[in-house]
């Protein structure tokens, strides 16, 4: 009916699916982008500045449906092997569940978004290839904040040349 598998992404069932397609209808062109789209369901931060300050940055409230299905599905993914159930275990270390599973769900539905709006096919790279995504990420920023301080980063070997070089 909708031209796209949903249950090809890891977290979504069938039922949740239905939930989602029912709340949200056929047409994503009502919202210009997925994160648009995610700021409707109330899977955003939000951005209240007082003074100048941001003063509250919890999502809005919402009754939505569609949004409780998600929160839902990503609440699920804590024991896949996939690169969003990796995504979701490194925000639940890093801020704890509550915000967690709101971070996944937010994009669970930008993966919705461009599945129903442009038809494209999930494709799940797993686990392994997210946390070396994640590693090289963390390994150029810390080469760069190096540069920064005139410093350079060395790999260090792990031969028995380099363990007798050290002793």
Not at 11 to 17: E, F, N, P
């Amino acid at each position: 009916m909708t031209g796209v598998d949903l249950t090809q992404i890891d977290g979504i069932d069938a039922l949740t699916a239905l939930k989602v397609i029912s709340e949200i209808g056929l047409d994503m062109t009502r919202w210009p982008t997925g994160k648009h789209f995610a700021s409707w369901l109330g899977l955003c931060p939000g951005n209240k500045v007082s003074g100048g300050k941001r003063s509250r940055m919890r999502s809005k409230p919402t009754a939505n449906r569609a949004a409780s299905a998600l929160r839902l599905a990503a609440q699920g993914l804590v024991n896949s092997h996939s690169a969003l159930g990796a995504y979701y275990r490194r925000m639940r270390a890093r801020l704890g569940a509550p915000k967690a599973i709101t971070a996944t769900a937010h994009k669970l539905a930008r993966l919705v978004y461009s599945m129903l709006r442009y038809g494209t096919a999930y494709v799940d790279a797993g686990q392994q290839a997210y946390e070396q995504q994640y590693r090289d990420r963390v390994l150029t920023n810390l080469q760069r904040k190096a540069r920064v301080f005139g410093y350079q980063l060395v790999q260090e070997g792990t031969g028995s040349a380099q363990a007798a070089a050290t002793l």
